[in-house]
């Protein structure tokens, strides 16, 4: 005990003793023949398995131990949890029926518009649904939904301590933006990007969820791999302006999800700014990123067109003022996003029934 006191943990920084981390008293066995070591075991107990200073904490524990008591004490070190352990990779939601993930190559295409507007759409179908902001370094789905100011808890449930997602719109939603200063540039590694993802899924009380929509960031990166890699994702949306350049994108994002190793299915393509329709002219339609690029492509890629949306001053009002698109029913806007969803369920049913349950990429 008097080593163990000379261990500072970092989370309190008071020592092991003072933190009372040691869950009983030492257990010291005397050698039983002659060139045995002395044996001592030690349980730590830390608030949650996810604590950032565990493995350090026991590694100085032990060290503590053999410069005190001799370096030829055979030391072993358990840990228990205050809050119960975070449930094996594939017992993760599993209150969750399906995990679509909303993707697009390039940003600035719409994708978070497209996924909040799905999500609301697919719970005013009557489904229920979880709506996860997996862009760690632009989260904007707190915006849309207008609950920026909103404040998130913890509860403990079933034993351990889980964050419980905001309620807007009967959709579920969590968002690394909850966590950090809006005003300041979130300066991360992947490391800690991908940790703070896995706490917003795991982490979580997600409850029975029908859909899990994911908005996830542009591009390929770190974070779509800790996505692949923590969930079995039931299908991808793939989301682009009819432009090429923004094609050229969807191309690669449609490589990802096709490659041998992840292996998700492309439910489908969504062409977001299909066209402009101006407010006092709503017959008429402006193609000014290109005509039916993305119907092009799904036909190359042999993937259905999920949804046309167009170009409407409304859709960026609704978006800023937290009053999405598809709260609006009897617009254009409103039922292009109902349409969506429709299709979006239409095709995961069919993806279900014609495919096996999408596997997790391993970790190598």
């Known amino acids: ?11 309190t920084k008071k020592n092991l003793v003072e933190s009372q981390m040691v869950a009983d008293t030492p257990a010291v066995a005397a050698p039983q023949t002659e060139g045995e070591p002395w044996r001592v075991k030690v349980i730590l107990l830390f608030a949650r398995d996810t604590d950032p200073f565990l493995r350090s904490t026991v590694k100085a524990a032990e060290a503590a131990i053999k410069y005190h008591c001799g370096k030829d004490v055979d030391v072993t070190i358990e840990t228990e949890f205050k809050s119960k352990p975070r449930p094996e990779a594939d017992q993760l939601l599993p209150g969750v029926k399906n995990i679509v993930a909303v993707s697009s190559g390039k940003g600035g295409v719409g994708k978070s518009t497209v996924a909040t507007n799905l999500a609301i759409a697919l719970a005013r179908l009557g489904y229920s649904v979880g ?24 509860t403990n449930v079933d034993g351990r301590d889980l964050i419980m997602p905001v309620e807007k719109y009967d959709v579920k939603m969590l968002s690394i933006g909850f966590f950090v200063n809006p005003d300041t540039a979130t300066l991360w590694r992947g490391g800690m990007a991908s940790n703070a993802l896995k706490q917003l899924i795991a982490d979580a009380d997600w409850g029975e969820l029908d859909y899990l929509i994911l908005d996830t960031p542009p591009g390929t990166s770190d974070i779509h791999l800790t996505l692949l890699q923590t969930l079995s994702i039931t299908g991808a949306v793939i989301v682009s302006t009819p432009q090429q350049v923004a094609l050229a994108d969807a191309r690669k994002g449609i490589d990802m999800y096709r490659n041998d190793k992840v292996n998700v299915p492309i439910l489908g393509l969504v062409e977001n700014m299909a066209w402009f329709t101006p407010a006092e002219l709503p017959q ?27 170009l409407v001053q409304s859709i960026c009002e609704n978006g800023d003022e937290g009053t999405p698109a598809a709260m609006h029913e009897d617009t254009m806007t409103g039922q292009a996003f109902i349409n969506l969803a429709q299709a979006v369920v239409t095709v995961v049913n069919r993806r279900n029934r014609e495919k096996p349950k999408t596997a997790r990429v391993e970790v190598n």
């Open 1 to 11: 005990m008097d080593a163990l006191a000379t261990v500072t943990y970092a989370g």
């Open 131 to 154: 709506l996860l902001d997996a862009d760690i370094f632009g989260p904007s789905v707190p915006k849309m939904l207008g609950v920026e100011q909103e404040k998130v808890y913890a």
């Open 284 to 310: 008429n339609r402006y193609y000014i990123f290109g005509r039916e690029g993305c119907k092009e492509l799904a036909k190359e890629m042999q993937v259905p067109l999920l949804a046309q949306i167009p």
